[in-house]
Structure formats: C-alpha cells, structure tokens
C-alpha cells in the first residue's frame, strides 16, 4: 500500500516549504550514498528546524507513514534502507554550527553538520573533535550519535557516546526530548540521551548534539612500520603510549593483504622497506613540537629494531609523505571497486585475542573457500578489526554468508568481544544481533522499543523486531519475527 498519498505530500510541503521535498525526477538530484536502497522510499523531506521534524513526525504519525532518517548515507550495514510506503527525513539542512567555545571546550551543532564541517571549525579555536572517521566529509554528527560511532581516536577519547554531553531529539509521538547539558558532570536523574545514541534511530530522530572537544596538537609526526606478527605491533603500541614526548594519537595496523592492495594501487614504495611484512602498523603521535615528535619516533624505532631486526619502518619527513602513509590505510573504496558489494565485518575482540583470533579466522575462511584472502586492516590500539572478504557480494550468499559469519563470530562473546564494533546492526545484523545476544538484553531492547515508539513509525524493521523463543517477550506486542 502507497501511504505517499498527494494530500499527504502537500501537508508536508507545508511543513518544509515546496522545494524540500523531493520526489519522482526531483530525486535524482539527491545522492542515495553507499546503497541504492537508501532511497528506495521514493520520497525524501528536508526540514531545516527542530519544530519542522517534530511536524513531520506528528504528520508520519497521523496518516500512518513511517519516516527512515538519514545523515550522510555512509553506513555499511543497511540502517537507511527505505522501502515504498515509507518517508525519507534527510538531516542535510539541519547543518549549523550553533556554539562553540574555546573555553568549555564544546560545540553545540545541528544533526546534519558533517564531522569535517567540525573538525574545519574547531581546528579555528585549536580544538579537535577527539575522533575521526575516513568518510569525514560526508558522515554527519548525528549520523555519528545514532550509530555510536567509534574511529581512529576511540583508545584515547572513546567513541560517540564517549563524546557527546547532551542532545536533542524528536520522539516518535512528536514531541521533543531536550537535554543541551554541556558539561561532563551531571547526576540529575536517569542519563537518558544514552537511549538515543547507537539507537539508529528507532527510538528517536537527533535534531542537535553538544559535543566535547579536545585541545589540538601544535604538530604531529607519523611512521609506518612493517612487523613480523601481532605481537609486535601490540609492543610498538604500547611503546607509543609510553612515548616520553608526545601522546599516541592513532595506532592503525593493515594486514599484509590490504597492505598489497593499498600500497599496489597507490605504486607506494620506498627504499628498505619491504612489502612482506605480516602485519604494518601505522603510529601517529602528537605534541607542541615536530622535531621533538620526530626524535620520540626515532626512539621508539631504535626499540622496536632491537626486538625486531627484520623490521621496516619509514618515518613521514613532510605533510604530503603522511597523507601518502594514511592512504595506504584509508582507501578502503579500492576493495569495493576491485570486489563489487564485497561483504564487510565489524568486530571488537580484546587485545590479548587478536592474534588468535586473525589466524584462526583466516584459515578457517580459507578452509571454507581457498581462494578467501580476506582484507583485514584497524584499530589496533582498541582491538576493532574491520575484515571484507576480497569476493564480490553476489558471491557469498545463503549458507555461504552464514558460515563465514559463524566463523567470525565464534566464541566472540565469550573471549569479550563484540560482533559490532562500530558500524551497528541497521537491516543486515538484525539476525547476528539475536544470535550472539543475551535473550533478556533483546527483550529489554524490545521493551523499550514498544514504550517509545508503540507505532513502529520510526526506521522500522532495523536493529530489533519481536524474535520467536525469547521468553518473556511476548508482552512486548512488536513486530513480525525474523
């Protein structure tokens, strides 16, 4: 059933003005992002304040359209699927910069601000956002909250939820949950923002977040090692979080597959460092001065070479040669191009595991396939590990898919670990998510789901539906079973 009806769509014209809902050819001017399917709705509104989202979501609710919201479309696991019947609400003119403060050390922005947009305007006052993504410039801040992003900098100042102090946010009946706190104390009652952030958006849309900021670093210095094993890298991070000048500021490891990949594609090489290595780990430190940053690496080589002979490493001399070392891990889109839809995991998997974990994960995929090489690259500091499999989607389906998910995450839980790290569950984790979880968590989930959103109006179908042989869920009354 089309639920878009003509006086539907003109009541929300009201709301957003003519030009700010775009549908039939008008939606060809709108990026879909990483899916196709993102915009599957057919039918994408803009609003540009708090008041106008808490008027669409009362209008959604009133005729019975469920609204799918969207940030900067770069999420990896289905969360923005729309499909007919249901209403795009895109967050892209939600987009200002409200407060920022130099001595608070926090901004106040709107959901559709992009993380580069921050990062631009902090960096003016000398502050970061103390995390960092590739796609920056196009994944946006409340994108980041609804999904709990994590990064490059989460060993050092957490993910999402690490960084954000208060936010707003439109519930699904309409009305708006304000809570600006911009401090880092506050024990007034039941921290409820932490409903909303990693919810993705199922519980309530993110209209504006106050975000913590970090001082910036005066200089920065990068090198990049190639290391015989896990091990070593996991010693060379901890020697750069001892650095006795500078702080540890990234600590990327890119296994010897990706690596290859990377560093072909790119025609990267440089004298004495040698292409074979097992394991290169990216390190990145930060402090008031290059030079001094520059010997602090140096100190931390001449370590790392006596433990380790074999080793290469090659220290970036200018900015250009470390944008050139931060490619190497960055461009991840080279994967995709190479391997259409090439199916991706997210995993968590403590520090002493990893090394056990990659080498048993990779045989047991070969095992199921020989020509699996699987590109394994992350962030080694905080064990979160990104692996695609160097196949095309179309390639691993049905039983196939779900052994290699068996495989990956086996006993993921029990060494303490997690399945997701940071791209979430969306559409496509829906059934990991059940199978790897606690059943009373799904039912708290389901729980609080039903009490906030009764009507399924908000991103329905993702994270959680009512699953079959959950005790004590039936008096949720959600969804259809997966």
């Not at 409200?98 to 926090?106: A, D, G, Q």
């Not at 920056?136 to 960084?163: D, E, K, L, P, Q």
């Not at 292409?275 to 690496?297: F, K, M, R, T, Y």
Request: net charge negative.
């Amino acid at each position: 059933m089309n639920r878009l009806q003509p006086e539907f769509k003109e009541e929300i014209r009201k709301i957003v003005g003519d030009g700010n809902l775009k549908d039939g050819e008008a939606l060809s001017s709108v990026d879909h992002g990483v899916a196709p399917d993102n915009l599957g709705a057919g039918a994408v509104v803009f609003p540009r304040t708090t008041a106008e989202v808490a008027a669409v979501v009362q209008c959604c609710l009133a005729n019975g359209v469920p609204l799918v919201t969207h940030g900067g479309r770069t999420g990896l696991v289905g969360g923005a699927v729309s499909k007919p019947g249901e209403l795009v609400l895109s967050t892209a003119r939600l987009n200002r910069i409200l407060h920022i403060s130099p001595v608070e050390r926090v901004a106040v922005v709107e959901a559709g601000v992009t993380l580069q947009a921050l990062q631009e305007t902090a960096s003016e006052y000398r502050l970061e956002t103390g995390i960092d993504l590739p796609s920056r410039g196009s994944a946006t801040i409340g994108g980041m909250a609804s999904t709990n992003a994590g990064g490059i900098a989460a060993f050092r100042y957490g993910v999402m939820r690490h960084r954000i102090l208060g936010l707003e946010a439109v519930l699904a009946d309409g009305s708006v949950y304000s809570d600006l706190t911009r401090v880092v104390k506050n024990a007034a009652g039941y921290d409820l923002k932490h409903l909303f952030v990693g919810a993705e958006g199922t519980l309530g849309i993110i209209t504006r977040i106050a975000v913590k900021l970090e001082p910036q670093p005066l200089a920065t210095a990068t090198v990049l090692f190639g290391l015989p094993s896990v091990d070593a890298a996991l010693e060379t991070v901890r020697r750069g979080l001892d650095a006795q000048y500078g702080h540890l500021r990234a600590a990327e490891a890119i296994w010897n597959a990706y690596f290859r990949l990377t560093s072909g594609h790119h025609r990267w090489s440089v004298p004495d460092y040698s292409a074979d290595h097992p394991i290169n780990l990216l390190v990145s430190l930060g402090g008031a001065e290059e030079g001094a940053l520059q010997a602090e690496l140096g100190r931390v080589y001449e370590g790392v070479i006596e433990d380790h002979p074999d080793a290469s490493a090659v220290i970036a001399s200018s900015v250009a040669q470390e944008a050139d070392l931060w490619r190497l891990r960055e461009d991840t889109d080279l994967i995709y191009r190479k391997h259409p839809g090439a199916p991706s995991y997210d995993v968590s998997v403590p520090l002493s595991e990893v090394e056990t974990y990659v080498a048993r994960s990779v045989a047991s995929l070969k095992q199921l396939d020989s020509a699996f090489d699987p590109y394994v690259f992350g962030h080694l500091a905080d064990g979160n590990l990104h692996i695609v499999l160097n196949a095309a989607g179309s390639e691993v389906s049905g039983d196939k898919a779900r052994a290699v998910e068996e495989v990956l995450y086996r006993d993921i839980a029990a060494i303490g670990g997690s399945f997701s790290a940071e791209h979430g569950i969306g559409l496509k984790r829906m059934g990991s998510l059940l199978v790897n979880s606690d059943p009373v968590k799904i039912c708290l989930m389901l729980r609080i789901k039903n009490t906030l959103d009764a009507a399924t109006l908000l991103n329905p179908g993702k994270v959680v539906r009512a699953g079959a042989g959950f005790a004590g869920c039936s008096e949720v009354g959600a969804a259809d079973p997966i």
